[in-house]
C-alpha cells in the first residue's frame, strides 16, 4: 500500500520512478485498469519511464467505478454536462486528502497565503448541481479567507459588483473566480478598472454563449476588467491536482502531476516539447481510483514543466486509432 503522504511528499523528489511504483500498484489492484492494459498488449515489466505508462481513456469514468483496491466512497464527484448526457463519476476515498491537496497546489502558486486573499466565486453552472469538486475546492478556500466579502454570488451580480468595488477601493487583495460565461455577462454589466484583484477563469462556455478561443476570450476579459493579465485554472472531475495559468495561457504543472503530450492517430506515441498532440496526464494524487488518464484535449508542452491548451480532439478526424475500453 502506497501511503498518500508519502506520495504527495516523494513526488517532488522522483517523480518518475514514483509514477512508476503507483502505475505497478495500480495495474496489480485496480482491475478496470489491469484489463485495459492487457488489452493493449503492454508488459508492465518493460515499463520504465513514466511516459511509457498506458494511459486510460477519460471515457472509462463514465462507465465504470474506478478504484484501485476495495473501499467505500466518502463522496462521488461528478463532471457538468447537458441534460440527457453521460456524466463521469470520480469515487472519492477521502475528500480531506482531496481538499488538502488542492490546498498545497494553491498555496504554491499564489503570492500571498490563501487566507489573505478575499475569494469572489461567480460559478453558476457548478453551483446549480451536486457533486462538484470545484465547487468543493473554491469553498474551502472561501472558508480560509479572513475576509468576510468572501463568498459564492452566482444568483447576486449586483452585489458581486459593489463587493468588488469596495474590495478595491480598500486595497482588500481578492480572486474572484468565475465560469468564462458569467465572466463575460458581468462585464457587459459594469466595466472594471481593477488594481487588488486577479481573475481566474475556468470551464468555458457551457453551453450558454459561443466558444471562443482562449487568446479572445482573455482579450475581452482583460478590456473589461481593466488587468494586464487573466489566470487559468486546468482541472477535471476526474483529477485530484490542479494546473494554474497567471497569464499568456501557459500552464504549470504541481509537484503531484505530470503532462504528457501523444500523437493524436497512435495515442501510445509521445510527442516533443513543441508539438501539439492529445492530453495525457499522470496525477498521482489520483492514488485510490487512476493516475494515468488520456484525456480528450489538445496542448504542446512549452517546457519540461508547462503547456499551453490548444482546443479539444475532434474524434472525427480519427481513423480506427482511438484506444478505447471494450464494453
Not at 1 to 24: C, G, N, P, T, W
Not at 181 to 207: Q, R
Not at 267 to 293: E, M, W, Y
Request: with cysteine.
Amino acid at each position: 500500500m502506497i501511503k498518500r503522504f508519502y506520495l504527495i511528499h516523494q513526488a517532488k523528489e522522483d517523480f518518475s520512478s514514483l509514477a512508476i511504483d503507483v502505475f505497478k500498484y495500480q495495474y496489480k489492484y485496480n482491475e478496470v485498469y489491469r484489463s485495459f492494459v492487457q488489452s493493449l498488449g503492454i508488459d508492465p515489466d518493460m515499463i520504465n519511464d513514466y511516459a511509457q505508462i498506458p494511459l486510460l481513456p477519460i471515457s472509462a469514468f463514465k462507465s465504470y467505478p474506478i478504484k484501485t483496491g476495495t473501499w467505500d466512497s466518502e463522496i462521488v464527484y461528478q463532471s457538468s454536462g447537458t441534460s440527457g448526457v453521460v456524466r463521469s463519476n470520480h469515487h472519492i476515498r477521502s475528500r480531506q486528502f482531496y481538499l488538502n491537496n488542492t490546498m498545497k497546489i494553491a498555496s504554491t502558486f499564489f503570492d500571498r497565503d490563501i487566507s489573505e486573499y478575499a475569494f469572489l466565486a461567480l460559478l453558476p453552472s457548478y453551483m446549480d448541481r451536486e457533486g462538484s469538486s470545484l465547487i468543493d475546492m473554491v469553498n474551502q478556500f472561501i472558508e480560509k479567507s479572513k475576509y468576510d466579502t468572501s463568498g459564492f454570488y452566482h444568483n447576486s451580480q449586483d452585489d458581486l459588483i459593489n463587493v468588488i468595488q469596495e474590495n478595491e477601493s480598500k486595497g482588500i487583495p481578492s480572486i474572484l473566480w468565475g465560469v468564462s460565461y458569467a465572466l463575460l455577462d458581468l462585464i457587459e454589466l459594469n466595466s472594471f478598472n481593477l488594481n487588488h484583484t486577479i481573475i481566474i477563469e475556468t470551464g468555458g462556455m457551457k453551453g450558454r454563449r459561443k466558444e471562443l478561443s482562449k487568446a479572445k476570450l482573455h482579450d475581452r476579459l482583460c478590456n473589461g476588467f481593466g488587468v494586464d493579465q487573466i489566470y487559468s485554472e486546468y482541472g477535471m472531475t476526474e483529477l485530484l491536482s490542479q494546473c494554474y495559468s497567471n497569464g499568456a495561457g501557459i500552464f504549470q504543472m504541481p509537484v503531484t502531476m505530470r503532462i504528457v503530450i501523444k500523437e493524436i492517430t497512435d495515442v501510445l506515441t509521445t510527442q516533443f516539447i513543441g508539438k501539439r498532440g492529445q492530453v495525457g496526464i499522470i496525477d498521482l494524487a489520483n492514488i485510490d481510483t487512476c493516475s494515468f488518464i488520456l484525456t480528450d484535449d489538445i496542448a504542446k508542452m512549452t517546457s519540461y514543466l508547462t503547456f499551453e491548451l490548444g482546443g479539444r480532439v475532434d474524434y472525427s478526424d480519427i481513423r480506427g486509432c482511438n484506444l478505447l475500453l471494450e464494453t
